[in-house]
């Protein structure tokens, strides 16, 4: 399985970005989807994930009504899309997938996109 993201780059506050991530060897329906980020000098975090098969979607407080993660099973590609940007919103975002069907943390992550920058200014 290997994934692969795109879609960062620099934006202003305020602005949008949207972050596709393609998942080859595999099926988006059979893992549980996240996306991750880490700040220089900062652990990874989780941003927002799908689950439980995607029936359930988690947001992380700093995502929660400004974030959204989706996924078309017939592309293979899940989704992260950005709005309201923030200058703490700066960091590296990865796409994760699971064989697990419930994950939250990193370590509950099998497969790892090589991440993408996003830079925020003021």
């Known amino acids: 399985v290997q994934l692969q993201a795109c879609g960062g780059g620099f934006a202003q506050s305020g602005d949008s970005l949207s972050l596709p991530c393609t998942l080859s060897?595999?099926?988006?329906?059979?893992?549980?989807a996240a996306w991750f980020r880490q700040a220089p000098g900062k652990e990874r975090e989780l941003v927002a994930a799908?689950?439980?098969?995607?029936?359930?979607?988690f947001y992380a407080d700093p995502a929660k009504g400004r974030f959204a993660i989706s996924k078309d099973n017939g592309k293979n590609t899940q989704f992260l899309q950005m709005t309201s940007l923030k200058p703490e919103d700066t960091a590296v975002y990865y796409c994760?997938?699971?064989?697990?069907?419930?994950?939250?943390?990193?370590?509950?992550?099998?497969?790892w996109g090589q991440g993408t920058q996003v830079t925020v200014s003021s």
């Open positions: 994760a997938a699971s064989s697990h069907p419930y994950g939250l943390a990193p370590q509950d992550y099998h497969y």
């Open positions: 060897g595999g099926t988006f329906s059979s893992y549980a």
């Open positions: 799908t689950i439980w098969a995607g029936t359930r979607k």
